[in-house]
């Protein structure tokens, strides 16, 4: 039922800029907060920036300054626009949903399929 579909990731070279989106269904998009996760090679998963649906955005220290989070309306996607890249930042990256639960007081967590950014020296 949850769908995220994500596109955007790219080979670049260090100190390009790159544009990750994430297609989802209308209800996922108006009821849910979204956001980015990324893991890099032999690493856990860290959240890296999300955009609630107050429009209240956050971003880790790694990628503050850098990464920006958007809303399209038009498009109906989650987008992440990456500047100033780093060989660091190359990792998987993950469109990420939080889901209201009914007789639940905790979100629930739907992540996508992933897309991989490289960024070479």
């Known amino acids: 039922q949850v769908q995220l579909v994500e596109s955007g990731g790219a080979s670049v070279q260090a100190g390009g800029s790159l544009k990750l989106s994430c297609v989802t269904s209308?209800?996922?998009?108006?009821?849910?907060?979204m956001g980015w996760d990324r893991q890099i090679s032999g690493q856990e998963r860290d959240l890296i920036a999300t955009?609630?649906?107050?429009?209240?955005?956050f971003y880790a220290e790694s990628v503050k300054g850098r990464f920006i989070i958007s809303r399209d309306n038009a498009e109906k996607t989650i987008d992440l626009q990456m500047n100033s890249l780093t060989p660091e930042d190359t990792a998987m990256y993950y469109c990420?949903?939080?889901?209201?639960?009914?007789?639940?007081?905790?979100?629930?967590?739907?992540w996508g399929q992933g897309t991989q950014v490289t960024v070479s020296s």
């Open positions: 990420v949903a939080d889901c209201p639960q009914s007789g639940s007081p905790n979100p629930r967590r739907y």
């Open positions: 209308r209800a996922i998009f108006t009821s849910c907060g």
């Open positions: 955009f609630s649906t107050d429009g209240k955005e």
